[in-house]
């Protein structure tokens, strides 16, 4: 996916006029999540199914001194089409332009609906062909963070 693409879909997340909000992980801050002065807090972002990874990094990080805040991560592939195709950008013929592939998200198991840009979609949730439910749910992680910042 094209670096402008990932902007524009996180900016879009962000500014624009979407109800995401329920998508979101809620962020709770321990008092002393952070040893640094210069820090509020240190976030580590983690999929509730990967205990493993959770020890490892804390084992890593506590050998600085680091005690990070755990943020549940979002799991995109648990989520619904529905709810995916709501943080989607809107096709618009006037401001796409270009040969190029775009997709949906589709029920049953999040299949990928491929439609070439054209003006029959116009208004119609489209992503970057190389968009996963991974990489959207760890986008809404990210989000949630910053958000709460």
């Known amino acids: 996916m094209s670096k402008f693409l ?3 879909i996180t900016s879009s997340v962000i500014f624009g ?3 995401y ?3 979101l992980s809620e962020v709770i801050i321990d008092d002393n999540c952070s040893f640094m002065d210069c820090f509020d807090c240190i976030y580590l972002i983690n999929l509730d199914e990967r205990k493993d990874r959770l020890k490892k990094s804390k084992a890593a990080l506590g050998k600085f001194h680091i005690n990070p ?5 979002i799991n995109g592939w648990s989520l ?3 709810a995916i195709n ?3 950008l809107n ?3 006037e ?3 270009g040969s190029q592939w775009a997709m949906s998200f589709q029920e049953p198991n999040l299949t990928k609906q491929f439609e070439f840009l054209h003006s029959s979609i116009d208004g119609c949730p489209v992503f970057s062909c190389h968009m996963t439910p991974g990489a959207i749910g760890c986008l809404l992680s990210h989000i949630s963070i910053l958000k709460h910042a």
């Open 6 to 8: 990932l902007i524009l």
């Open 17 to 19: 006029n979407y109800n």
């Open 21 to 23: 909000d329920r998508l």
């Open 69 to 73: 805040q755990r943020v549940k991560a």
């Open 80 to 82: 619904s089409a529905q």
């Open 86 to 88: 709501q943080i989607a």
């Open 91 to 93: 096709y618009s013929a």
């Open 95 to 97: 401001t796409m332009v």
